[in-house]
Each structure stands twice: as C-alpha cells, then as structure tokens.
C-alpha cells in the first residue's frame, strides 16, 4: 500500500481534484436519506469531498488513519476530523446517520471490519454508502488496458457481491446505487507507465522484469500524453433497520 503521509501534498491533483470530488458528493448525497442530522466520512483523506458532503448541511465528522493526510482535511473541514483506524473507530455505538467509506475498501484485507464497524456506529435507519468494484472501474477497455491485461492482481476486496455479503452478516440491507464520473482520471500511456515503475501495482515491484516490459509496451502506445476515458465509479448503499420507514432517494434501486 501506498504510503498516504507522503502522498498527501500531491494526491487531490493526481486523482481529478475538485472536478473528481464535486461527482463523488453529489452521488454520496443522493443516496443519503433526506432528514439526515450527522454522517461520518471515514478514510477522508484530504478531505476534499468531506467538504463538500458538510456544505450540503450534513453535521459531518471525518475519519483517517494518516496524518498527512489529515492535516489536510483539517485545513478543509476544521474541528471536524480525528486520527483513528477506520476498523475501530473512537465513536460510540449509534452515532451517526449516514457513515460513509469512498475509495477505501479495496486497500484492505481485512474490509468486513469497516463494514461491521460502519453498522456499530450506525444509528437505526442509517444509511453506509461506499463504493465498491474500484479497481474494475479502471478499466475502460482502452489500449492501455489490453497492454496491463496479463499483470498479476489481487483478488478483489470490494467487490460488489462481497461487499454486500459482508452487509448483510452485520444487519445491513441494500438501499440503494449509484455511480460518477472520475473526472481527470483518465490514464495516458506516458502516465501509467511512470505509475508502473514507480510501484503503482502491487504485486509489480519496481524494476522486476515484468514491471519493465510492461512499462517499455506502454510507452510504444501512440499518442503518449493523451488520456483515455474517464472511469465511472460504483457505490453501493445499505440501510440500518428500524428507526421508522426509510426515506428512499428518487430512482434509485435496492
């Protein structure tokens, strides 16, 4: 995993910034329930869409693991967010009405555990949005994808359907979908081949033979600094039961 202290100065401009930021609020928001008082945004990162979830009048608190980071967020949302491991979160039982986790599950071994914390820390009728199937929404079917096709990968920790059986072991029930537009986030070959070498891939350490190869085929692509599409992000909702009938947001589907 990356280390996020030293990706922080850099990480809003390498990954579609405000753009990025202003599509992932606005899906969040329509998923959340209207009359939601308070909602929790862990792994906020820098805080760039915590911001934006907090001016859309949410009584918001953010959550993450790397100080960098943080630091961040708190310049963005100050007094609203706290250094904590998002798989034991320093919040007690039925604190939140909406808990959210954007780009965060597919980092983690151990992913049911933000699930299950998620679902502690929900009050009945609350809502976890999250988003799941990351590393497959990068694939937009591009030359630069054919070229990565045979790198090894993991397994996948955010699939959709694992997501939802962790869900559904701590109680929770799907509320709902929705998915955005990664602004800025469309890879040109130049690009994803300095990513390449520089570790981006887990399981290709820099300067290994395949890393190599693969690098060498991406900067044989045509046209080096154009970017490919975009790629469209997918989040899953799930609902706390009881609490009073839950407030379904116009067309969305469980």
């Not at 009405?97 to 009728?125: F, I, N, S």
């Not at 929770?172 to 891939?201: E, M, S």
């Not at 991406?218 to 490919?228: C, F, I, N, Y």
């Amino acid at each position: 995993m990356f280390d996020y202290d030293k990706e922080a100065e850099r990480y809003d401009v390498s990954r579609g910034g405000e753009p990025r930021a202003a599509a992932a609020a606005s899906a969040v928001l329509g998923l959340i329930p209207e009359g939601t008082g308070n909602l929790l945004d862990i792994a906020c990162g820098t805080g760039i869409v915590t911001r934006r979830l907090a001016e859309a009048g949410l009584d918001v608190a953010g959550a993450d693991a790397a100080y960098g980071m943080l630091r961040r967020a708190a310049e963005r949302v100050p007094g609203r967010v706290v250094l904590a491991d998002t798989r034991q979160l320093p919040f007690p039982d039925a604190s939140f009405g909406a808990v959210t986790a954007v780009w965060l599950l597919h980092l983690l071994d151990d992913a049911e555990r933000v699930v299950a914390e998620a679902a502690r820390v929900l009050r009945p009728g609350g809502v976890f949005v999250t988003t799941v199937d990351k590393a497959a929404s990068h694939d937009v079917r591009s030359d630069i994808d054919a070229v990565m096709a045979p790198r090894p990968r993991r397994a996948a920790r955010d699939r959709d359907d694992l997501v939802g059986s962790f869900a559904d072991r701590h109680a929770l029930i799907p509320a709902g979908r929705a998915c955005f537009r990664g602004y800025g986030q469309g890879r040109a070959p130049a690009r994803a081949a300095a990513d390449v070498r520089r570790g981006w891939y887990t399981l290709l350490p820099p300067g290994g033979p395949l890393t190599e190869k693969l690098a060498l085929r991406l900067e044989q692509l045509p046209d080096q600094h154009v970017p490919r599409p975009d790629p469209k992000f997918k989040l899953r909702a799930f609902r706390k039961p009881g609490g009073g009938p839950a407030v379904r947001p116009p067309g969305s589907g469980a």
